[in-house]
C-alpha cells in the first residue's frame, strides 16, 4: 500500500511532543492496517473517513482517503473547528 502525508499532517505531527508523536504513530498504524477503521463521512467530505482517538483526555480527529491502493493521511488535530479546516485546506488546495 502507498502512503501519502500531505503537508498539514507532517506539520502537526512535527510540532508535537514524542510521547504524542508516538501515540500518533500508533494511531497512524492502525488505520494503515484497517483503512475502514474510521467513520465514513457524508457531503462536502464524502470521500473522505475519519479516525477519532483520544490522548491525555483530549479527543483527536484524523482524516483521510482510501483510493485502490494509496492512503493519503490529510489532517489531524483536536475536535474544534476541525471540518472546517479540513474544508478549508480542501478549497484551497485542490
Excluded at 484497517?34 to 473522505?48: C, M, S
Excluded at 479540513?86 to 488546495?93: D, I, N, P, Q, V
Amino acid at each position: 500500500m502507498e502512503l501519502e502525508y500531505k503537508s498539514p499532517f507532517h506539520h502537526f505531527v512535527k510540532k508535537q511532543p514524542r510521547p504524542f508523536a508516538l501515540a500518533l504513530r500508533d494511531e497512524t498504524a492502525k488505520v494503515i492496517q484497517q483503512p475502514d477503521i474510521g467513520e465514513a463521512k457524508v457531503g462536502d467530505l464524502a470521500d473522505f473517513r475519519v479516525h477519532k482517538f483520544t490522548f491525555n483526555r483530549q479527543q483527536y480527529l484524523m482524516a483521510y482517503q482510501h483510493v485502490e491502493n494509496t492512503l493519503t493521511f490529510y489532517m489531524i488535530g483536536p475536535h474544534e473547528n476541525f471540518y472546517d479546516e479540513l474544508k478549508r485546506y480542501l478549497k484551497a488546495h485542490i
